[in-house]
Nanobody, 122 residues
């Protein structure tokens, strides 16, 4: 069973930073894509098993995504946060590749974590 557990959310002022973590039980699979998605279904960042990254322009230069495959943890480093970055952030994993929409994955059945809340005040 795929398990995804997010952590690291919180409340910060604009310009601040947060690092989200997602413990993903199947990061050792041969082919995968794993991403961060906000509650409005907007893809925030994605990475696949080839190491290909995908981030929308709205977060490029501010957010970075990385994977610790040994410990099966996905990270999202968020810097220079803005109020519009606020929302529930979900970790999503599937067997597949980077999607055509920036920050997303495409492939088989997707698995979601329970989410972690990010609140950025102005």
């Amino acid at each position: 069973e795929v398990q995804l557990v997010e952590s690291g959310g919180g409340s910060v002022q604009a310009g601040g930073s947060l690092r989200l973590s997602c413990r993903a039980s199947l990061l050792s699979s041969n082919v995968y894509c794993i991403s961060w998605t906000r509650q409005d279904r907007e893809g925030v960042a994605a990475i696949d098993s080839d190491g290909t990254l995908s981030l929308p322009t709205s977060v490029q230069g501010r957010f970075s995504i990385s994977v610790d495959t040994a410990n099966k943890i996905l990270y999202l480093q968020m810097n220079d946060l803005k109020p519009e970055d606020s929302g529930m952030y979900y970790c999503l994993q599937l067997v597949g590749n980077i999607g055509s929409v920036a920050g997303t994955c495409t492939g088989g059945r997707s698995y979601w974590g329970q989410g972690t809340q990010v609140t950025v005040s102005s």
